[in-house]
């Protein structure tokens, strides 16, 4: 019952800030919720990986999915922006090692810490940029995603639950099946169908493959989250949404989702210009 009440204040609250809010407004919005998921992967990330400064991250994600979403300052042309990119690709390997090696973490830990951290950064700041840039080149197609994805996270979940048999992941979670994987991806293919219909009045077999490669992207951030709470010892990975767990706990699937979904669009051609 938690879980539907909490369902029922969030869904509005999404609906009006994909419609409603100009792009920054929404940015912020987005950057605040995936901050909140930060520090939540970096609690997690402490049982794992004592003494390492994970809560770096705090810092580096909004300064990336800043940079990537916005663009750098000053104007700097195509080549300038390729060679800055270059530079922090360069220096964020520079940095967390730094990190990990100064940190006095046991051996194993730093190990540990320094691929949290090398993870983390485009894990958590990737997703920013690419639901920011879908709410400002065309909210439909965003509400669209999020439809595959509360559609194939919702059939897994129930029908998972009820007529599960064969454990999907059973060391990293035990209640996930295959059918509720394979339950989970037919409504997010219907979801998708049903959208093109509607939208275009046909089926588009370019959108109806994004939205298989999408749900199955979700299940797979869905996973890679429990893989972190398993190893960290705990069930969720906070209590800030009653019946749900942590904000982290809700957004997992979108994580990886979110930017399947987008260069997904960007390479069928299907994504309006936009800022």
């Known amino acids: 019952m938690k879980r539907l ?9 999404v609906l009006a800030a994909v419609f409603r809010l100009p792009a920054e407004g929404f940015f912020l919005v987005v950057l605040v919720i995936i901050e909140i998921a930060v520090l939540e992967y970096a609690r997690l ?25 916005f663009g750098f300052p000053g104007g700097f042309s195509g080549a300038l922006q390729g060679e800055a990119m270059l530079a922090v690709a ?27 951290l090398a993870f983390g950064l485009p894990y958590l700041a990737l997703p920013i940029v690419s639901l920011s840039q879908l709410q400002s080149r065309d909210p439909w197609l965003l509400l669209m995603m999020l439809a595959v994805v509360w559609a194939g996270d919702s059939a897994a979940f129930y029908i998972g639950t009820k007529w599960g048999r064969r454990k999907l992941a059973p060391v990293v979670s035990p209640n996930k099946s295959w059918e509720g994987a ?3 991806l037919a409504a997010a293919l219907l979801v998708a169908a049903g959208w093109s219909l509607w939208r275009s009045g046909s089926i588009d077999p370019a959108l109806i493959a994004l939205a298989a490669a999408t749900a199955m992207a979700a299940q797979v951030g869905d996973l890679v989250e429990s893989l972190f709470k398993r190893a960290a010892g705990v069930k969720d990975s906070g209590n800030l949404l009653p019946g749900h767990g942590g904000l982290l706990d809700r957004v997992d699937a979108l994580l990886f989702a979110a930017p399947v979904w987008h ?13």
């Open 5 to 13: 009440l909490t369902a029922f204040v969030a869904v509005p609250l």
């Open 45 to 69: 990330g402490r049982r794992i990986a004592a003494g390492v400064p994970l809560m770096t991250l705090v810092v580096a994600v909004p300064v990336v999915a800043l940079a990537a979403r």
């Open 90 to 116: 360069a220096g964020v390997p520079l940095a967390f090692g730094t990190l990990a090696l100064f940190s006095r973490a046991p051996l194993a830990a730093a190990v540990s810490g320094l691929g949290l």
């Open 182 to 184: 394979f339950a989970g």
């Open 263 to 275: 260069f997904g669009l960007h390479f069928c051609g299907l994504l309006p210009p936009g800022s």
